[in-house]
Each structure stands twice: as structure tokens, then as C-alpha cells.
């Protein structure tokens, strides 16, 4: 069974239409599902990512924040070691 779908008018900036056209060339993926797939994967990400990715922490916090993500990754890569 198909996926249930929305259709979502979204005016966007330049620049974000730029990059998304190159994904397109690059990839050959329709614009729609680019899009879709990238809002699906900020969605599942840790409030702290979704934080970085919407701009929604001050350049103070940011430093602390990158500290806490590194020490993240690397516990995550012994982890698995």
C-alpha cells in the first residue's frame, strides 16, 4: 500500500533552492522526495542536532553543545569497537 502523501506549498530562500536543485542534478531524485526525506531525518534526530540544524541555539552555547556532541561520538565509537 502506497504512502499516504500531503502536499506542502513551501516558499524557501534562494539559496536553499540552489542547493536543493544540485541534489536533484546529483542524485536524479525528485525535489519532493529530497525534501521529504531530509524533514523525515531531522524529525528523528536528537533535540540537540535539531537544535544546530534550526538555528535555534546562541553561538555562546554552541561551543559547549559541539563539546557534549564529540564526547557523544566518541563514546559511541568505543562503544562499538
Same mark, same amino acid.
Given at each position: 500500500? /502506497? @504512502? @499516504?502523501?500531503?502536499?506542502? !506549498?513551501? &516558499?524557501?530562500? %534562494?539559496? /536553499?533552492?540552489? +542547493?536543493?536543485? @544540485?541534489?536533484?542534478? !546529483? %542524485?536524479?531524485?525528485? #525535489? ?10 531531522? +524529525? ?6 535539531? /537544535?544546530?540544524?534550526?538555528? /535555534? ?6 561551543? &559547549?553543545?559541539?563539546?557534549?556532541? +564529540? !564526547? ?5 565509537? #568505543? +562503544? &562499538? &569497537?
Amino acid at each position: 500500500m /502506497a @504512502k @499516504k502523501r500531503l502536499r506542502v !506549498r513551501l &516558499e524557501i530562500q %534562494t539559496e /536553499a533552492s540552489t +542547493a536543493l536543485d @544540485k541534489l536533484h542534478g !546529483r %542524485t536524479g531524485m525528485h #525535489k519532493r522526495v529530497i525534501v521529504s526525506r531530509v524533514l523525515e531525518w531531522v +524529525a528523528r534526530q536528537d533535540q540537540d542536532i535539531i /537544535a544546530i540544524v534550526l538555528g /535555534a541555539i546562541t553561538p555562546r552555547s554552541q561551543e &559547549e553543545l559541539y563539546r557534549v556532541l +564529540a !564526547r557523544r561520538a566518541r563514546n559511541l565509537s #568505543k +562503544a &562499538e &569497537e
